[in-house]
């Protein structure tokens, strides 16, 4: 292998609803991910810059997927590590994990693939409309799960001025019911809310609307790790349908369509099942990047 090629690595660039990820195989050794992560997920000088990343691409990321492919498993397997802008790392990623499968089906044929996460194995269909249905366990309202810096789950409680829910979908969520999503200034409330001492590992802020439609809800995600606004979060949808069954905003959570900016995704939180996320998944383009990114100015 030529000392150039030694020095690149290839991605491929993924996002789900407008959640996106930079893919590396980490068969491929990155010397730092934090660095790697840091660099390259800026939208100012990150992955895509140099491109015409088109209609449908993102300059930087919402993180980097570093993903082990077992393909000997029936059915495969993929190991998910998420290493987020700010160079931490969370334990799930919903919509990564949709992408992961998507990138796992496309190297070996399957529509089905087990997706390994910190936070637990997660089963994964690639639907023949391309979108990819994962599930994503029990929601979990215990302070000891979500967690919580106190003994007593925290629902509809006033929080820095605001009725939260606090509910474990994989990661940390608060869950603030308002009457219109698009009113919430999420740049300044959502720290006060993410950073709170409540939450000794911090949280996911989501904000979500009732439709006038009745047929769902709205949503918007202030995230850890990204210190900011998403366009799409797959735990933060979960964690708005588990908290409307808590507060009996719905009846049924068979079926619930929640939208974040990026787009629609369904969502179900039965009784008695894990919850699921289903939702489109992208391959916005593909490149090769330095292993070790230029230093930082
Ligand atoms: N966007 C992700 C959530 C990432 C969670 C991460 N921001 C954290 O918990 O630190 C999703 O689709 O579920």
Not at 142 to 151: C, N, Q, S, T
Not at 154 to 182: K, M, Q, R, S, W
Not at 220 to 249: D, F, H, N
Not at 272 to 285: M, N
Request: glycine share 10%.
């Amino acid at each position: 292998m030529s000392l150039q090629a030694n020095r690149t690595v290839s991605y491929e660039k993924y996002h789900g609803t407008s959640n996106d990820f930079i893919i590396i195989d980490a068969a491929d050794f990155i010397p730092n991910r934090y660095s790697f992560a840091t660099a390259y997920c800026d939208r100012e000088t990150g992955v895509g810059v140099d491109l015409d990343v088109g209609d449908d691409g993102h300059v930087g990321a919402d993180g980097v997927l570093f993903l082990a492919l077992e393909e000997q498993y029936s059915p495969p397997r993929v190991i998910m590590t998420l290493v987020q802008p700010d160079g931490s790392t969370a334990a799930m990623c919903g919509n990564g994990a949709r992408c992961a499968a998507a990138w796992a089906a496309e190297r070996t044929g399957s529509d089905e693939v087990m997706v390994d996460t910190q936070a637990g194995t997660r089963h994964a269909t690639v639907n023949d409309d391309g979108s990819v249905t994962i599930e994503m366990g029990v929601p979990a309202f215990d302070p000891r799960d979500v967690p919580l810096a106190r003994d007593d789950p925290l629902v509809e409680e006033e929080l820095e001025g605001h009725p939260v829910t606090a509910v474990n979908t994989g990661v940390p969520h608060v869950v603030i019911f308002v009457d219109d999503a698009d009113d919430v200034d999420l740049e300044s409330v959502g720290p006060t809310l993410r950073y709170a001492d409540v939450f000794p590992e911090g949280a996911n802020v989501t904000f979500a609307a009732e439709k006038e439609s009745g047929d769902g809800f709205d949503q918007r995600t202030y995230e850890r790790g990204i210190e900011g606004e998403t366009q799409s979060c797959g735990t933060g949808a979960v964690a708005v349908v588990a908290a409307a069954k808590r507060l009996g905003l719905v009846d049924d959570a068979e079926s619930v369509t929640v939208s974040p900016p990026g787009g629609d995704l369904e969502i179900s939180v039965p009784d008695d099942a894990p919850a699921t996320l289903r939702g489109g998944v992208t391959h916005e383009y593909a490149g090769e990047l330095a292993r070790e990114p230029p230093a930082q100015s």
